[in-house]
């Protein structure tokens, strides 16, 4: 598949892969549709605090990783092309309910709600990978990835503009976030009738339910658990937080800490009772890998994907104080981070490609993170606008280039589970995003900036030290691993009974 | 005298076995037939199936390739690798020690309006910059003398 493909409007799977960005872009643009009105909303707002803001950030990325989770069990059940639509259309509710919110409780529930709007990546990859064949999948979900992501961009770049010229006076962020909301709504019934579940609709491909990941090893799996904890955990410092600052009694408190809990115990189980059975009888030599490399990959996108929502949540108010600038410049200005992604995430992915060496690839750009927070950590009013705008797109370039090298070795860990493993690390980004945005609360932007740097640094020794170079194997000493024909054999026999 | 052949059924493959077949025929070398199926980039369990699909495809096309070249008096057999196509042909090289490695150079031929063909233009040259077509690679590291057939 040539990059040039893109333009082939007629043929239906390029137009799927179209409709489908589209979706996820505006999804992402309705996701990131308050930081850059935050300003706005400070002043119009008498009874909101910078600190509710910061609040209202961490609660935009929290209950994503849930909503990962249960949408992943729609997605076996209803197809992607329904849950796209549905999911558009409900997310509109909360999102109608912030702009219009006049209490701390309505605008943090409805915050709350809306971040379940995270998981619309999930749908969309599902999507094109039911349209695309094996040889274009990586560009293809490269493209859908990259051109999604940049919704948030757009919504730092246009909504400010659009509260303070097109609608105007204290009410302009409410009539800006309540039209974005609104266009989703329609773009999502529009989305149920253009498209169908793969190049025929009858073939709806079901990938293979299991509860859990398939681990090789004893060790394995309690690493497994380990990194499983934080995925659900990481909500408790959410509810730890919001009962620190008082919007929450000790009593509702405990009870979200018990269902949290709850929850990771059920994970738990679930690991459990996939994985025993399997040891138990012993993984054959061919079909072991080494959860390593997961556990890397997982930390990778912590610190990339997870570092981008954060400081997408920040940037325009950081540049609006730093700088003096009014909102809408400053919008336009933090949206260079996220603007790059049209490119920077694709071209992660070829570079990884190309150079035929994936690990050292990775390792490339994650040490490009860290150097990258370093110097924005370094930004000050001293420094004259335009240079840091220049570290700003900088960094982003290895930010997201980063993710894109993350989905290169993904795939090539072990195929049979690729579905897991990418689940887990995509939730890893949410468990980043949360964990730093929880940080930001206490820290002021620079050292944040450090913190962050530190992260990606964390994760580039772990890569050093845990990710292997994906390995090919030849045919006549390696068919399918011999687990991979015993499920074939049992589905043909499942087949003719 | 072996001589391993990278092969994937495309025309220029099939036009570079021919163009084997006449040149080294008085040399009755045994003919090894090698092609990769690369790992499908996505993130999801979705292609699993298709995948297998390409797989077989791929080994019938390089049966019917065997099938040629013992139909024209060779001795042939084949190899199938999994995974980069740069990388498994260079590991089929070092675990085979063939005399000779040959390789069909893939024609680009830019398609479509201006835009297109300068899009095109563009990510061929990265391409070749970044050694990422399998010729580049192998002419960089192979360890065995290659032979790149230029498509015509």
């Known amino acids: 598949m040539k990059v040039s493909s893109v333009f082939k409007f007629r043929s239906p799977e390029i137009r799927a892969l179209h409709l489908t960005w589209i979706a996820f872009f505006i999804t992402f643009y309705v996701w990131f549709n308050m930081a850059p009105l935050a300003s706005s909303m400070l002043k119009s707002v008498d009874w909101l605090t910078p600190d509710d803001l910061k609040l209202f950030a961490i609660c935009n990325v929290a209950l994503t990783i849930p909503a990962r989770i249960i949408v992943g069990m729609a997605l076996d059940r209803f197809g992607p092309r329904r849950v796209f639509s549905v999911l558009m259309v409900t997310m509109s509710i909360p999102a109608l309910a912030f702009a219009f919110g006049d209490s701390m409780t309505q605008l943090l529930v409805a915050r709350l709600v809306l971040s379940s709007i995270g998981a619309s990546f999930v749908v969309g990859i599902h999507m094109t990978a039911l349209w695309f064949k094996p040889k274009d999948i990586g560009f293809a979900e490269g493209f859908y990835a990259g051109w999604g992501n940049f919704g948030s961009a757009v919504a730092a770049m246009s909504l400010p503009t659009i509260a303070l010229s097109m609608y105007g006076g204290p009410d302009g962020w409410r009539w800006a976030i309540a039209q974005s909301a609104i266009v989703m709504a329609a773009y999502g019934v529009y989305y149920w009738f253009a498209i169908t579940d793969g190049p025929d609709a009858s073939s709806h491909r079901k990938p293979r339910k299991t509860a859990a990941m398939e681990v090789s090893s004893w060790a394995d799996m309690i690493k497994l658990i380990i990194w499983t904890i934080p995925l659900v955990g990481v909500l408790a410092i959410l509810v730890w937080r919001i009962q620190y600052m008082g919007y929450l009694s000790v009593t509702g408190a405990t009870i979200a800490y018990l269902v949290i809990v709850a929850i990771v115990i059920y994970q738990i189980v679930q690991i459990l009772r996939v994985n025993l059975p399997i040891l138990r009888k012993g993984v054959p030599e061919d079909d072991k890998y080494s959860f390593n490399s997961v556990a890397a990959l997982n930390s990778t996108y912590f610190a990339n994907f997870g570092a981008e929502l954060a400081v997408v949540s920040m940037l325009p108010m950081f540049f609006e104080e730093t700088w003096g600038l009014n909102a809408a410049t400053a919008g336009l200005i933090a949206a260079s981070f996220a603007f790059v992604n049209l490119v920077a995430r694709p071209m992660g992915g070829m570079v990884s490609d190309r150079m035929g060496n994936r690990r050292f690839v990775m390792l490339c750009y994650m040490f490009g993170i860290s150097v990258g927070f370093l110097m924005m950590a370094l930004l000050n009013s001293s420094w004259p606008l335009i240079l840091a705008i220049a570290v700003t797109i900088g960094t982003s370039i290895f930010v997201q280039g980063a993710e894109g090298a993350t989905f290169g070795i993904i795939p090539s860990i072990k195929r049979r589970i690729t579905g897991q493993i990418s689940g887990m690390a995509g939730a890893y980004g949410n468990v980043g995003a949360v964990v730093y945005l929880t940080i930001f609360t206490f820290v002021t932007p620079s050292q944040f900036f450090y913190i962050i740097a530190a992260g990606a640094f964390i994760s580039w020794v772990i890569c050093l030290v845990w990710l292997k170079e994906p390995e090919g194997a030849f045919d006549d000493e390696y068919y399918v691993s011999s687990v991979d024909r015993d499920i074939e054999t049992q589905s043909l026999k499942n087949s003719k009974t | ?152």
């Open chain 2, 1 to 152: 005298m072996k001589i391993m052949i990278a092969y994937d059924g495309s025309r220029n493959a099939k036009l570079a076995l021919a163009q084997i077949v006449n040149m080294f025929r008085c040399n009755q070398p045994l003919l090894v037939l090698v092609g990769v199926v690369e790992n499908p980039l996505d993130a999801t369990d979705n292609n699993e199936t298709l995948f297998q699909q390409e797989r077989d495809e791929l080994k019938q096309h390089l049966q019917e390739g065997v099938t040629f070249a013992t139909g024209e008096g060779f001795e042939a057999e084949l190899l199938l690798a999994e995974g980069d196509a740069r990388k498994m042909l260079l590991q089929a090289t070092q675990k085979l020690s063939p005399d000779l490695l040959v390789i069909a150079r893939h024609s680009h031929q830019p398609d479509g309006g201006i835009i297109a063909k300068s899009l095109t233009y563009f990510v061929d040259e990265l391409d070749y910059m970044t050694f990422g077509s399998v010729s580049s690679f192998l002419a960089r590291r192979a360890e065995c003398p290659l032979l790149i057939l230029p498509s015509p």
